[in-house]
């Protein structure tokens, strides 16, 4: 593939709309695109964003970019367009894309259950179960794991099993000095380079999730943390920041485990999200990157080690290739915590 992918694919959408085979109304997903074109995510959101920025697209609430009218805004009426439905109304398939390794299908969402086990200690994995859940060959499966080895996450102990690297109160805070180090440096590097662009949708859901309050889900935080501290910082134009971010994103910015152990912290965590989010979207990049430092902030280091004992102590239903060691006595998977009672985990965050 080129350097210029992103603009090959751009073209190719851009026809589309020109010869109104994509007709306003009609919505892009970078995951259906890509997997339509046989590529990579990144080469078509930076093509995807620049449509956006001639204005024949417009950037949907949440997820998806819309074909807009000569007026530029997105009608009333929208339209999914699937792959198949891409590749019909396009040139997708003589387009020249190679098709996505196998082990690439299933990377992502293994990488993710793994960093939320991560709580519940050195789980075992099982190379089978994984080929057998996703319909893959062991090969593949071992491959996945060799890369997620990689990062960081899982080991091989000396029986030559895999396992998950446990996350402890001691790691948590080790993680969090090495983001409140790196994030900022991250947030500003991708707000200045212009390549973040939805600021303004995501203090408007902030915004919204805030007034919802106290009925706002762990699952819909754990998104709001998912989309600040692992999405944008993900536009940095420094691939060593991102690699050396991975874990810490992986076992706490992402780890919906734990943000159902801290309901009463939620509303400190949307206000300090909105913080940020109204800077970036006053094109405050050094005020963004303090408030990221402010939410990142020592203070807090206690409490997540803490709500990451307690959550270790609570049953939790894991995918099958993970897998607790049940032989040696100990609660929950074999992993020594502190006895500290679940109730505790309630108590809200206050900064010192």
């Given at each position: 593939m080129?350097?210029?992918?992103?603009?090959?694919?751009?073209?190719l959408?851009?026809?589309?709309?020109v010869?109104?085979?994509l007709?306003?109304?009609?919505v892009l997903?970078?995951a259906i695109?890509?997997?339509a074109?046989?590529t990579?995510r990144?080469?078509?959101r930076?093509?995807?964003?620049?449509?956006?920025?001639?204005?024949?697209l417009?950037?949907l609430?949440?997820?998806?970019?819309?074909?807009?009218?000569g007026?530029?805004?997105?009608?009333?009426?929208?339209?999914?367009?699937?792959?198949?439905?891409?590749?019909?109304?396009?040139?997708?398939?003589?387009?020249?894309?190679?098709a996505p390794?196998a082990w690439?299908?299933?990377?992502a969402?293994?990488?993710?259950?793994?960093?939320c086990?991560?709580?519940?200690g050195?789980?075992?994995?099982?190379?089978?179960?994984?080929?057998?859940?996703?319909?893959?060959?062991?090969?593949?499966?071992?491959?996945?794991?060799a890369?997620?080895?990689?990062?960081?996450?899982?080991?091989?102990?000396e029986?030559?099993?895999?396992?998950?690297?446990?996350?402890?109160a001691?790691?948590?805070?080790?993680l969090?000095?090495?983001?409140?180090?790196?994030?900022?440096?991250?947030?500003?590097?991708?707000?200045?380079?212009?390549?973040y662009?939805?600021?303004?949708?995501?203090?408007?859901?902030l915004?919204?999730?805030?007034?919802?309050?106290?009925?706002?889900?762990?699952l819909?935080?754990c998104?709001?943390?998912?989309?600040?501290?692992?999405?944008?910082?993900?536009l940095?134009?420094?691939?060593?920041?991102?690699?050396?971010?991975?874990?810490?994103?992986?076992?706490?910015?992402a780890?919906?485990?734990?943000?159902?152990?801290?309901?009463?912290?939620?509303?400190?965590?949307l206000?300090?999200?909105?913080a940020?989010?109204?800077?970036?979207?006053?094109?405050d990049?050094?005020?963004?990157a303090?408030?990221?430092?402010?939410?990142?902030?020592?203070?807090k280091?206690?409490?997540?080690?803490?709500?990451t004992?307690?959550?270790?102590?609570?049953?939790?239903?894991?995918?099958?290739?993970?897998?607790?060691?049940?032989?040696?006595?100990?609660?929950?998977?074999?992993?020594?915590?502190?006895?500290a009672?679940?109730?505790d985990?309630?108590?809200?965050?206050?900064?010192?």
């Amino acid at each position: 593939m080129s350097s210029s992918l992103h603009f090959r694919i751009r073209g190719l959408i851009a026809e589309a709309i020109v010869a109104g085979r994509l007709a306003p109304g009609d919505v892009l997903f970078e995951a259906i695109v890509a997997e339509a074109l046989l590529t990579s995510r990144t080469p078509v959101r930076t093509a995807l964003e620049l449509l956006r920025d001639e204005g024949r697209l417009a950037k949907l609430l949440g997820r998806g970019y819309c074909v807009v009218g000569g007026d530029g805004v997105p009608p009333k009426r929208l339209r999914r367009i699937d792959r198949d439905a891409f590749a019909a109304l396009t040139s997708a398939s003589d387009f020249g894309g190679r098709a996505p390794a196998a082990w690439s299908r299933i990377y992502a969402e293994v990488e993710a259950e793994v960093g939320c086990g991560s709580i519940f200690g050195p789980l075992r994995i099982i190379e089978l179960e994984i080929a057998k859940i996703y319909g893959v060959s062991r090969t593949v499966a071992r491959d996945v794991l060799a890369r997620i080895e990689r990062v960081g996450l899982i080991y091989k102990d000396e029986r030559n099993f895999w396992r998950v690297t446990p996350l402890t109160a001691e790691r948590a805070a080790d993680l969090y000095e090495l983001r409140r180090a790196l994030e900022p440096v991250a947030l500003r590097r991708a707000a200045e380079g212009g390549r973040y662009h939805a600021a303004r949708d995501m203090r408007d859901r902030l915004a919204k999730a805030y007034n919802r309050l106290p009925y706002v889900t762990p699952l819909e935080v754990c998104a709001f943390e998912r989309e600040l501290h692992v999405d944008v910082i993900a536009l940095c134009d420094n691939p060593q920041i991102i690699h050396a971010l991975r874990v810490g994103q992986l076992q706490l910015a992402a780890n919906r485990q734990l943000y159902a152990k801290m309901p009463h912290g939620f509303r400190q965590i949307l206000s300090e999200h909105l913080a940020i989010a109204d800077r970036l979207a006053d094109d405050d990049v050094d005020g963004a990157a303090e408030a990221l430092r402010h939410h990142l902030s020592e203070a807090k280091v206690a409490y997540i080690g803490h709500v990451t004992e307690i959550a270790a102590l609570t049953p939790a239903t894991l995918p099958p290739y993970l897998q607790f060691d049940l032989d040696d006595g100990l609660p929950y998977g074999g992993y020594r915590r502190t006895h500290a009672s679940e109730a505790d985990a309630v108590r809200p965050f206050r900064h010192a």
